[in-house]
Structures are given as C-alpha cells and as structure tokens.
Nanobody
C-alpha cells in the first residue's frame, strides 16, 4: 500500500506564491510517476503537472490559461517528496490540490491512470 500526504496549502492574495508538498510512503518502487491535480468547486478534477520519480519525464497541463510557466514540479528523492511551486497565483487557481501516483515512468494527464491519491490540500487565492 502506498500513502501520499499533501501539505502546504493555504490562503494567499492574487500574485502570491505557495509551495505544496506531497510526501510518499509505503511499498513503492522508484519506477513511479507522481502527478498533481486540482478540483475547484463545481468543476471536474483537472490535471496540473506530473513527473517521473527520476525527474526525467516532466509534463505540465497545456490547456488555456495553463499553469505552465507559473507552476513548477520538482522532487527530492531523499525526502520521498514531490513539490509543486506555484507562482503568480490568481483566483482561478483556487481549488483542492491532490497528488497521486501511478506505476511506470511515463507521465500522463489522465487521472484514471493513477492508483493512489492523497487527501488533498486547499488553496484559496483572493483578488
């Protein structure tokens, strides 16, 4: 069993920054991918970013008003933690942010491919 625990959420004003952490424990190999997703009130869960544990493969959401260029995903293998650095936040980024893991090194935005999920952390951005 794999456990993921998110932390680092909170309230911030528009233009501010937050850094989320996802700490992974349990029976897990190094050949995994960790992704970040978010779900705003009344909306479906959407992909934000993902990376292979090795850091070789990194993938960011590529939809309109994308997080690309504002958010950065990075990992610290020694701490079993994957981070999501979020800069230039705006109210549209308000959501519950989840991290999730899947086997294999190939990143994917499809949340159905992920096996384990954290409980989520709330991010609120005020204007």
């Amino acid at each position: 069993q794999v456990q993921l625990v998110e932390s680092g959420g909170g309230s911030v004003q528009a233009g501010g920054s937050l850094k989320l952490s996802c700490t992974i424990s349990g029976r897990t190999s190094r050949r995994i991918t960790v992704g970040w997703f978010r779900q705003a009130p009344g909306k479906e869960r959407e992909f934000v970013a993902a990376m292979s544990w090795s850091g070789v493969y990194v993938y960011y959401a590529d939809y309109p008003d994308s997080v690309k260029g504002r958010f950065t995903i990075a990992g610290d293998n020694a701490k079993n933690t994957v981070y999501l650095q979020m800069n230039s936040l705006n109210p549209e980024d308000t959501a519950v942010y989840y991290c999730a893991s899947k086997g294999g090194m190939q990143s994917t935005p499809d949340d159905r491919e992920y096996d384990y999920w954290g409980q989520g952390t709330q991010v609120t951005v005020s204007s």
